[in-house]
């Protein structure tokens, strides 16, 4: 029997795991869960946690509850990669063999790569830097906020945005909107990577009163004269600093040969297989695809990967080999006082936005409690 071992049990992971156990009979493969936590977590809801509309609690659950009986699942951190042997070791010293192995242990955050980044700068890309922010915001009577993205790339890129939007809502409800200069900044030459939302956000940007500061390339944070200073020079100046830490890919991929120094798994941006190496894919937030780091980007490839393994390990590959991720992104993109767009995009169609709407907005809300039923145990 064919032994597989997936390795991260966020979405991505969890949703393989469960498709493979659902393809394959037992006695084709045994599947093996490998994750750092006995938690699935649900980063979406993060971004409501700061102004009080979620509860943190909510938006984790036990990662066994979501697993099919068949998946096997080892709780234990990563530690090693050995391709030529074929196995990973975890930090306990447990040694996993495998055939086929499918890397899913998406992105960490970094502020420690930017000097000054973690006493001075407030961010919401964890549970525990969430609820901090929380705090912080309660306090805040107005001042200078600066919000924006601290290195690319980075996960749910059109989350800063949409935080901003949420903010400006925030301020306004708690009546400090008029103390308050906000300023969103971005690295590249607009607000965002992808031109026809950059074209979509700007007007809304400049419509709630928000500075622009494009080419902002955080160098460093000097918490004490409390000043955001760029690469490119520009210094601004802040009461509450709000930046996306820059992101890793897991610490044991870091300058593997699989992967680059950063830790972003070389990935065939079609097949998804992990360049070099015909047993073993890549999906969600580790690949170095040049596309969105999103839930909803790891929910599209899982199928691809499911249909290539089970062609490869029942030796059928001509079959499958049609199989194929096409660059497939859906991301909602809140905008304040109950309305959202939604962007759905390809590697060859850029994203045509919808005007903001009621109707979209409760979509998301929708599926953000919808998610645990459909996503990862794989009925959507
Ligand atoms: C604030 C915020 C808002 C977001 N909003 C959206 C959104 O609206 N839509 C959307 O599509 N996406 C959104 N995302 C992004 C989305 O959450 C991620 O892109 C998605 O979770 C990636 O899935 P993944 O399986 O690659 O990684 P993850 O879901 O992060 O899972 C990685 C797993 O690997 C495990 N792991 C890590 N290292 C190791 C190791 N060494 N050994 C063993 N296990 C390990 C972890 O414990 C975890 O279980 C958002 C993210 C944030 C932070």
Redesign the pocket.
């Known amino acids: 029997m064919k032994q597989i071992v997936v390795?991260?049990?966020?979405?991505?992971?969890t949703l393989v795991a469960n498709l493979l156990a659902k393809k394959l009979k037992s006695k084709e493969a045994q599947i093996t869960l490998?994750?750092?936590?006995n938690r699935?977590?649900y980063?979406?809801g993060?971004?409501y946690v700061p102004f009080g509309k979620q509860d943190p609690r909510t938006l984790s659950r036990p990662?066994a509850s979501l697993l099919r009986k068949r998946v096997k699942l080892v709780i234990?951190?990563?530690?090693r990669l050995d391709t030529t042997t074929q196995e990973v070791e975890?930090e306990d010293h447990t040694i996993l063999a495998y055939d086929y192995l499918v890397l899913?242990?998406?992105?960490?955050v970094a502020p420690e790569d930017i000097p000054g980044f973690s006493a001075g700068a407030h961010y919401?890309?964890t549970e525990e830097a969430?609820f901090k922010l929380h705090a912080a915001l309660e306090e805040f009577r107005g001042g200078k906020i600066v919000i924006g993205v601290g290195g690319l790339p980075y996960?749910?890129p059109?989350?800063p945005l949409e935080f901003t939007f949420l903010l400006d809502e925030y301020l306004t409800d708690r009546k400090i909107r008029d103390k308050t200069e906000l300023t969103y900044t971005f690295p590249l030459n607009r607000v965002f990577s992808i031109e026809s939302v950059a074209e979509m956000a700007q007007p809304l940007l400049e419509e709630r009163g928000v500075n622009i500061e494009t080419f902002f390339n955080l160098e460093e944070v000097l918490p004490e004269e409390k000043i955001a200073r760029s690469m490119e020079g520009t210094d601004l100046e802040y009461d509450l600093l709000i930046m996306v830490p820059p992101h890793r890919g897991?610490?044991?991929l870091q300058g593997h040969p699989i992967a680059d120094e950063q830790g972003w798994v070389k990935t065939d941006r079609f097949t998804l297989q992990v360049k070099g190496y015909p047993n073993i894919w890549a999906?969600?937030?580790?690949t170095d695809l040049p596309i969105s780091?999103?839930?909803?980007?790891?929910?599209f490839e899982a199928p691809v990967i499911v249909e290539r393994l089970a062609g490869r390990l029942r030796g059928i590959e001509e079959e499958v080999g049609e199989e194929k991720y096409e660059g497939h992104v859906?991301?909602?993109l809140e905008t304040g006082y109950n309305k959202a767009s939604m962007l759905n995009f390809d590697y060859t169609h850029p994203p045509k936005l919808h005007e903001p709407s009621r109707h979209v907005h409760y979509e998301?809300m929708v599926f953000n409690k919808a998610y645990w039923y459909l996503v990862p145990t794989g009925v959507l």
């Open positions: 390795l991260g049990g966020g979405t991505g992971g490998v994750s750092a936590s699935h977590l980063q979406p993060w971004l990662l234990g951190k990563v530690c975890l899913a242990t998406g992105s960490q919401f890309y969430a996960k749910c059109v989350a897991a610490k044991f999906l969600g937030d580790t780091k999103a839930g909803s980007t790891a929910h859906m991301c909602f998301k």
